[in-house]
């Protein structure tokens, strides 16, 4: 399980995470959902262990992420908003550069990029360069880079932007299948489709606080609409007129 506790992130004067606690479960999919600025990369990042809070806590699997970095890095495969993989190295190259930082075993390691290389469908490109590389064929070597060592714990940072139809629903179909085999995915998304299709557990922020967490169905409740945008803009911005 994810638990976060009282979390808070300040840059200078700015606050970008203001006591927000909440929790993703192991064997769902969780979206961290919220306006721009609303401080979901920043607590994407702080569980990813790149930054510190300032305040509170986070844990996974009961190892926190301030104090165990080191143990919660074995346990978690990260894709970040911006890919970030090395253009000078075949996707192959890529993914197994990342599986020798994990000290994955060679044997291992050349039998689950295969598995990724098959799952992702990239045989069609896994020996090229990724300088040339579709955003849709650098997102797929990203999420395999992430996956490369079978890490229980998934957060992807809107995993879908900047990719066509047919590959948002081929990442679909893979966020599907590692649900299935028991992680924890937890994800931060815009697209209200996305979310309907994939999501067993919502979070909401908004203005860097926490607006609500529960199921969609509980979300249409306390909003008191069936039509998912409205009830995010609903909760989202509560409260902004007391501003």
Do not use: W
């Not at 908003?81 to 000290?103: C, K, M, P, S, V």
Request: aromatic fraction near 4%.
């Amino acid at each position: 399980m994810i638990k976060v506790t009282s979390l808070t992130k300040s840059y200078g004067m700015v606050s970008a995470v203001s006591d927000v606690s909440f929790e993703a479960a192991t064997g769902k999919v969780t979206a961290l959902l919220g306006p721009n600025g609303a401080g979901k990369s920043t607590i994407l990042r702080i569980l990813s262990t790149i930054i510190t809070p300032d305040t509170g806590s986070a844990t996974i699997e009961g190892f926190d992420v301030a104090t165990n970095a080191t143990d919660v890095r074995r346990k978690i495969g990260v894709l970040p908003h911006n890919t970030g993989i090395y253009d000078r190295l075949t996707a192959i190259e890529n993914i197994r550069y990342f599986g020798n930082l994990q000290q994955v075993k060679r044997t291992e390691l050349n039998n689950r990029i295969d598995e990724l290389i098959h799952l992702l469908d990239m045989n069609e490109f896994c020996n090229r360069r990724a300088s040339g590389f579709s955003q849709g064929q650098k997102m797929k070597v990203a999420l395999a880079r992430a996956l490369v060592h079978d890490p229980q714990y998934i957060l992807l940072d809107e995993p879908t932007n900047g990719l066509d139809v047919m590959a948002t629903r081929a990442l679909r179909k893979v966020i599907h299948d590692i649900k299935d085999a028991g992680k924890c995915i937890l994800f931060s998304s815009h697209v209200m489709q996305e979310v309907e299709s994939l999501c067993d557990h919502l979070v909401i922020l908004g203005h860097g606080q926490h607006k609500f967490s529960g199921t969609i169905k509980e979300l249409e409740e306390k909003s008191g609409t069936a039509n998912l945008e409205d009830a995010f803009i609903m909760i989202s911005s509560e409260g902004e007129s007391s501003q």
